[in-house]
């Protein structure tokens, strides 16, 4: 079993799965309904940017990585390539499927992924200080595009919602480096935390997690009334347990750095929506 769940994360299946059942929770909340067509082009989108970035790691990592992940890139390199261009190209005929309008949100995610894999693995910069930001809108994003596509117009509720799921994908994206850096400096990968040290890397997570935790709060109480009233709470109550767990990450690294458990918790956490779709 143990040796399955390592396969899934390897192959970014759980990371994969996690983006597409929130955005049908996303959806659930702005009352639309999501087509197939779109869950395959987020599936395919979201699965193919973790793995052609775990590819890149892989290669320009020295010697045998340390990282569970980029060792499993750099063991079976050519068979993951390999299947990432029939993806791609299983994206590529679904395309013909999707709505013009999702479409167009689409081609400003693929404009963002450019620049993401562009500045981090052809520019060879200096400094990315920049990766887990950038990183961040792309996930949200693409959660975000299909269900944006359906509506008609964006008011502050979408906009809410947005930052809430933003800051908590940011602070997932935080959190991991903190306990990935011996393996990110031995491999020679730059993360935010080989850049500017853990003690400013945990408290900018421990502010970033304050302050989304001060706006969910404040999502139940002036929200709640004017929105979707009971259902729009207890879906709060699954970013406030999905923030409040990535705290816990954070307060408790010892206990979740052995067998790799901050993994499992901090990507499981976007499981969680499932529970308000099974309501």
């Known amino acids: 079993m143990r040796k399955l769940l390592i396969l899934i994360q390897n192959l970014s299946l759980d990371v994969t799965t996690g983006a597409i059942i929130c955005s049908l929770y996303v959806a659930r909340l702005f009352g639309v309904t999501l087509e197939n067509s779109m869950l395959i082009g987020l599936g395919v989108a979201i ?62 995610l693929a404009l963002l992924v450019a620049i993401y894999i562009g500045s981090l693995h052809l520019l060879k910069l200096s400094k990315t200080w920049h990766k887990e930001f950038l990183a961040a809108i792309i996930y949200s994003f693409g959660i975000f595009v299909a269900p944006l596509s359906l509506l008609e117009q964006w008011d502050i509720f979408v906009f809410y919602v947005f930052v809430v799921f933003f800051l908590i994908v ?102 969680f929506p499932l529970i308000y779709l099974l309501l």
């Open 170 to 271: 940011l602070t997932n994206l935080l959190v991991f480096p903190l306990f990935e850096y011996e393996s990110d400096r031995n491999d020679n990968n730059q993360s935010i935390v080989t850049l500017y040290g853990k003690p400013f890397v945990r408290k900018m997570t421990a502010v970033t997690l304050v302050f989304n935790l001060l706006l969910i709060v404040c999502g139940m109480v002036y929200l709640n009334p004017v929105m979707t009233g009971a259902r729009w709470l207890s879906s709060e109550y699954i970013l406030f347990m999905m923030t409040l767990v990535l705290a816990m990450l954070l307060m408790l690294p010892n206990f979740f750095q052995r067998n790799d458990r901050y993994r499992l918790v901090g990507d499981g956490i976007f499981f």
């Open 47 to 108: 699965w193919l940017i973790y793995t052609v970035d775990h590819l890149f790691d892989a290669k320009k990592s020295i010697g045998y990585s340390t990282n569970q992940r980029h060792a499993f890139h750099q063991k079976y390199f050519r068979p993951i390539a390999s299947v990432a261009f029939m993806v791609f190209l299983v994206g590529a005929f679904n395309l013909y499927y999707l709505p013009w309008v999702t479409t167009k949100l689409g081609l400003i």
